[in-house]
């Protein structure tokens, strides 16, 4: 059995960062990543950072295929790079294993088809989320139906793309290739686009997609899919359609990964929907086992886990102040074309929740910038407690919107009244000179 000062399982934000700050404090650090492929986890290599180069390359007119192309080879650096950071590291010995807890302390690898026993006091696990498929019937198995990561590694687009589920995943591969020339239908089960958004903004997401040519079918399930020929499946909709497609891509939500990682040898436990289990500390129910970003539930976002990081450090070698209580306000952004991006709360949510709200909005075509770069479509809307002058929220559907909504993230952290973005000297001509007419609101 080895002995390790900490045991880290997964590469992948959380566990990379942890892994990184625990050697430098001259603890000896066992790293396990199952897949060679996947150092430096999700993000960089099948998620965040290879979709939004697509994203980017579909908007500048590039050919799908040289789009692909530069993708594998910034991915392939940044896996590199990713990689050295932490072998470069002597306090960091890597396993390539998948991971399996023999008990609450002990963890089993296989090194050169070897079993190997490691121990530490310390364990984190940061084991990403995977996937749903769901419960369809047919050839599941066809080389034309896809997840988020398989679609991304075809080479030639697919002229019909059908993708089930109209979330993030859904939106965002609608979005990008249509912009790559793909004839793009989105089949969900919800009567409405982005039932959880500002329904006038929704509205407006819905009519921009739309006018880029994506069709969506609304209160419908994909139930069947059929293998055609060698180019077509045809896919069954509960509402008795049938559409014939080059791909299907399911985009049917990630759940937490907990596969063969052997929960049932310890203590630790899961919650209703299969998540690791843990304290506002990410302590899980073992004493100093730790978890991290998707897998351990909650919002599924890079910064999240990059956070969870900082929560823990500060429980092992801080004040223990940090933890999922103190967190503060969580922007988003849905990278479809122009981006749509938030914080906080909706008017409908914030009235929900007893306020009392006034409410600022600014169609984009009627900001200088939008007119220098020739880009009039979307809508802002902003939130703010008529009571308090506090900024409840903010929705914001145009370009630029994942940068500018940190700027509200950052000024409802501080508490700042709404004033405050409203009288601010911006530079001209940007976007972020909107707020001076967005908070514009008389309450
Ligand atoms: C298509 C897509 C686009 C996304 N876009 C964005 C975006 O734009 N912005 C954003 O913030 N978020 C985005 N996300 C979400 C984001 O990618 C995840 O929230 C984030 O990567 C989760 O990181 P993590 O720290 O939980 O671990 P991960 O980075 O998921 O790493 C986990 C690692 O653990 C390894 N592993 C799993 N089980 C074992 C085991 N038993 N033994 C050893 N190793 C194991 C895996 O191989 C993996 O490398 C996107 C997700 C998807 C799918
Ligand atoms: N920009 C970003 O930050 C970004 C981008 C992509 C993904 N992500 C992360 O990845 C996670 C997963 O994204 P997602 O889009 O897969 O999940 P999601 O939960 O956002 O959306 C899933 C969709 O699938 C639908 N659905 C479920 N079962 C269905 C069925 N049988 N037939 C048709 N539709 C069905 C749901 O109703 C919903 O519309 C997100 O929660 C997000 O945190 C983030």
Redesign the pocket.
């Known amino acids: 059995m080895l002995t390790y000062d900490a045991i880290v ?7 990379k960062t942890v892994a990184g700050e625990l050697a430098n404090k001259n603890w000896n650090v066992a790293m ?4 060679p492929n ?1 150092y430096g ?3 960089i290599n ?3 950072i290879p ?2 180069i697509l994203v980017h390359d579909g908007l500048e007119e590039i050919p799908y295929g040289d789009a692909i192309e530069r993708k594998d080879r910034v991915v392939e650096k940044l896996r590199e790079k990713n990689y050295k950071n932490l072998a470069s590291n002597d306090r960091v010995t890597i396993y390539e ?4 807890f023999r008990s609450d302390k002990e963890v089993e690898i296989e090194v050169d088809r070897k079993k190997e026993v490691l121990t530490a006091e310390h364990i984190f696990i ?4 995977t996937s749903n498929i769901p419960p369809m019937k047919g050839d599941l198995s066809s080389d034309k139906v896809y997840t ?1 990561t398989t679609l991304i590694d075809r080479k030639d687009l697919p002229k019909k793309l059908t993708i089930v589920g109209g979330g ?2 859904g939106l ?1 591969y609608a979005s990008m290739y249509t912009n790559f020339g793909s004839e793009v239908t989105v089949v969900m089960p919800e009567s409405v686009l982005l039932s959880h958004e500002d329904r006038e903004i929704a509205t407006e997401v819905q009519k921009e997609l739309e006018i880029k040519g994506i069709q969506f079918i609304f209160e419908s399930k994909a139930e069947k899919i059929t293998e055609e020929d060698k180019d077509t499946v045809t896919l069954s909709l509960s509402n008795g359609e049938i559409l014939r497609t080059n791909a299907v891509l399911l985009a049917t939500g ?1 759940k937490p ?1 907990v596969d ?2 052997g929960l049932e040898n310890t203590t630790i436990e899961q919650t209703a929907e299969g998540a690791i289990k843990v304290g506002n500390n990410l302590e899980t129910t073992v004493s100093n086992v730790w978890a ?4 351990r539930g909650g919002m ?6 990059l956070d969870d990081y900082r929560i823990v450090m500060d429980h092992l070698f801080g004040e223990k102040k940090r933890s999922l209580n103190t967190r503060k306000n969580i922007p988003y952004s849905v ?1 479809i074309d122009p981006p749509l991006s938030k914080v906080g709360l909706t008017v409908k949510e914030a009235e929900e929740q007893g306020y009392e709200v006034a409410v600022g909005t600014l169609p984009i075509a009627s900001h200088p910038r939008a007119h220098v770069i020739d880009d009039l479509r979307g809508l802002f809307k902003a939130v703010v407690d008529k009571k308090t002058g506090k900024i409840l929220g903010a929705t914001l559907f145009g370009p630029e919107s994942p940068e500018l909504i940190n700027l509200v993230k950052l000024a409802m952290d501080l508490d700042a009244p709404y004033t405050y973005l409203r009288d601010q000297v911006y530079n001209h001509p940007v976007m972020s000179e909107s707020f001076n007419n967005l908070f514009d609101i008389s309450v």
């Open positions: 399982i997964g590469f992948g934000k959380g566990g396990i990543e199952k897949d996947m986890g999700t993000c099948i998620a965040c979709t939004k294993s998948e991971a399996k940061n084991t990403e989320a988020s993030y995943i965002e990630r990964n063969n990682l991290l970003g998707d897998v599924q976002f890079t910064y999240i886990s990278f």
